[in-house]
């Protein structure tokens, strides 16, 4: 694949899990990293967990439900780089919370976080992108809400539903300005959160993995670093799952 050296890639959510694992991805092939995260401190310990070094990455506060601040983000990144090639809006919350007990609150929260702090993110990368007519946008949904369901977890499939309507209309509207918008589509992934689960759980989902193991951080990295790539030029509007198989089985 074509190299991409030097391309600015904005990583929201990006100091833990599938975020961080794709900044990692990213760094590794010698794009310039900016992890944006709403937790200030875990931001500016994973730059230091870059490959490469941390010369060409840095961490910027950034809370997605705010449009201001995803503004402020990309100004950032301009004033220090000039230029955003990539964008992987991968901020997103998944709490368990079942039917009866969701609140409206509940409801808005994870919505805002999942859905309208992609929305944001998009809108403010969008005015560099179309200026270069350039650009590669990667949402991160998930085979839950898509594809697949999860008791307790409504709220969260919603979200992962919308983001892909989103994707797809807003592909059409900026296509003809060199500007791609996809998504990946994780299964079961080996992060912290994953592992706050119960063992029952964390048994009950491996079991219905066929490959029988959970997918690493980078594994979706990789499938964003495609996605991410010049050569992706004639691939808009698509999802990738990256789940082992576990879509698979009648």
């Known amino acids: 694949m074509q190299s991409i050296e030097g391309h600015v890639a904005i990583v929201t959510g990006g100091a833990r899990g599938i975020g961080l694992g794709i900044a990692k991805v990213l760094r590794a092939e010698g794009a310039y990293v900016v992890l944006a995260d709403i937790d200030a401190t875990a931001a500016e310990s994973a730059v230091s967990s870059l490959p490469r070094g941390d010369k060409h990455a840095f961490a910027v506060t950034t809370d997605v439900t705010v449009r201001s601040s995803t503004e402020r983000m990309v100004a ?3 004033q220090r780089w000039g230029r955003v090639d990539i964008l992987a809006a991968n901020a ?4 368990a919370i079942p039917l009866r007990d969701l609140t409206s609150d509940d409801w808005d929260n994870v919505m805002a976080i999942n859905a309208r702090g ?3 993110a998009i809108q403010a990368c969008l005015p560099e992108m179309s200026r270069r007519g350039y650009g590669r946008i990667v949402l991160t949904s998930s085979i839950t809400g898509p594809l697949v369901g999860l ?4 709220h969260y499939g ?11 209309s807003a592909a059409l509207e900026v296509v003809k300005d060199g500007i791609t918008i996809n998504a990946v589509m994780p299964g079961n992934i080996r992060t912290a959160g994953f592992g706050h689960q119960s063992p029952e759980h964390q048994e009950a989902m491996l079991a219905h993995i066929p490959m029988g193991v959970l997918g690493e951080p980078e594994d979706v990295g990789w499938a964003v670093r495609y996605f991410a790539s010049p050569e992706a030029r004639f691939v808009t509007g698509q999802t990738l799952i990256i789940d082992g198989g576990q879509v698979l089985p009648e």
Do not use: D, I, N, Q
């Open 151 to 154: 008791p307790s977890y409504g």
């Open 158 to 168: 919603a979200t992962k539903a919308a983001m892909l309507g989103l994707m797809r």
């Open 92 to 95: 997103g919350v998944y709490p």
């Open 76 to 78: 950032e990144v301009l």
């Open 118 to 120: 992609a929305l944001y």
